[in-house]
Nanobody, 115 residues
Framework: QVQLVESGGGLVQAGGSLKLSCAAS????????MGWYRQAPGKQRELVAR??????TNYADSVKERFIISRPNMFTAYLQMNSLEPEDTAVYYC??????????WGQGTQVTVSS
């Protein structure tokens, strides 16, 4: 079972930047894709960005050109968030998927963007 721990959230003014980190442990070689999701109050959890072992990436339309996902090794994923907007305020969760469909989640980190 993969365990995930996020860090790097916080409070930032609109237009600012934050970098989220996700550290995986336990069964890291089973990970196929790592991603970031977010959930704002009263809304469903949504995909922000994901990156495969090969480096292929997907982004939500709302964050393209502003956020960058990277994965320097098998057990770490980053989300560089630039030009943050109040609408980006949410709890951000790290996710890891295996080729056979199982999924693990971190505990989440709060990102708050003030206007």
């Amino acid at each position: 079972q993969v365990q995930l721990v996020e860090s790097g959230g916080g409070l930032v003014q609109a237009g600012g930047s934050l970098k989220l980190s996700c550290a995986a442990s336990g069964g890291i070689f089973s990970i196929n894709v790592m991603g970031w999701y977010r959930q704002a109050p009263g809304k469903q959890r949504e995909l922000v960005a994901r990156i495969s072992n090969s480096g292929s990436t997907n982004y939500a339309d709302s964050v393209k050109e502003r956020f960058i996902i990277s994965r320097p090794n098998m057990f770490t994923a980053y989300l560089q968030m630039n030009s943050l907007e109040p609408e980006d305020t949410a709890v951000y969760y790290c996710n890891a998927e295996t080729p056979w469909g199982s999924s693990s989640w971190g505990q989440g980190t709060q990102v708050t963007v003030s206007s």
